[in-house]
């Protein structure tokens, strides 16, 4: 997962954590002006031109296993199919826009869904992997949220030989080496607990995967990131376990799907399909078949 990816979900959830009126969670929020000079890609992409002309484009993240990535020039991972699901109800053949993250989740949602790239390009019709806050949707109007497939939250991998009475708490790596992301959340969190008194430990890579390899070579006692992430590069005599993470806002998020708010009824088949594969098991199937447990999201 690139710098750019890592930030902008960092942001989006410490964005998340803010307080907000349990009653109301659009009540400090004021509605912006109405966008000007978006693409005129979007015409014709409600759902019955979808249909007559037969194929739906998803945009996803690039090079971000298990989720997204391309193996051989084939389109892999767990989004992908569940995309291939959702256009498979639809009746038509899903197609793939990689790419990699702008500045912040509005930055990818309003070239990727609403506006279209500053250069080149052209917006999808539904992106994968958005992160699902009621207070953030307030602040992006142009988006509908709906599809909610997956909950995600942060977890600990770790060495059986190096703790072979059970996984360690944050508060080991006080002592104990951890490897984590460059500048995702499990980061922020470790170097700043207890004053600092972590850092020491924090050994930074440059992808969860590189993380996950120095686990599984022995470099680090243990590794720091995203369930799906550690489970899917987790090796032989790596477990994983979720101990209380005192002092993180935020452990745990849903993820589902963006689409033009001018497009309601799209987005209203894509929660169908997904609400419909969540009921029959489809999509805890697609998480068991790379080796992940699959956390239903809060809908």
Not at 100 to 125: C, F, M, T
Not at 155 to 161: Q, T, V
Not at 205 to 220: C, I, S
Request: proline share 7%; aromatic share 12%.
């Amino acid at each position: 997962m690139n710098t750019l990816v890592r930030a902008t979900f960092t942001a989006t959830l410490l964005a998340m954590a803010s307080p907000v009126l349990a009653s109301d969670p659009c009540a400090d929020y004021t509605p912006q002006a109405r966008p000007q000079n978006a693409s005129r890609d979007i015409v014709g992409q409600d759902l019955d031109q979808i249909m007559e002309r037969g194929f739906i484009t998803f945009a996803v993240y690039e090079d971000y296993p298990p989720y997204s990535w391309q193996e051989d020039g084939q389109p892999r991972g767990v989004d992908i199919d569940i995309a291939q699901l959702i256009a498979d109800d639809i009746g038509v053949e899903p197609r793939f826009t990689f790419f990699s993250a702008g500045e912040n989740l509005e930055a990818d949602l309003r070239y990727h869904i609403w506006q279209g790239p500053l250069i080149d390009g052209k917006v999808s019709n539904v992106m994968m992997r958005v992160p699902y806050d009621s207070a953030f949707n307030c602040r992006v109007e142009q988006v509908v949220f709906t599809g909610q497939y997956m909950t995600e939250s942060i977890a600990i991998a770790y060495s059986d030989a190096e703790y072979p009475d059970g996984g360690p708490v944050p508060a080991y790596f006080r002592f104990d080496t951890v490897a984590v992301e460059n500048d995702s959340i499990a980061d922020f969190y470790l170097t700043s607990f207890a004053g600092g008194q972590l850092a020491k430990g924090v050994r930074r890579y440059p992808t969860m995967q590189a993380a996950m390899k120095a686990l599984n070579d022995g470099e680090v006692m243990a590794a720091m990131g995203p369930l799906a992430q550690l489970e899917f590069g987790a090796g032989e005599g790596v477990s994983i376990h979720q101990p209380p993470l005192p002092g993180l806002a935020k452990s745990k998020w849903t993820l589902g799907t963006g689409s033009h708010f001018a497009y309601r009824g799209l987005s209203y088949s894509v929660d169908d399909s997904i609400f419909a594969a969540l009921s029959d098991g489809r999509i805890a199937a697609i998480f068991e078949s790379y080796g992940l447990t699959h956390q239903p999201p809060e809908r």
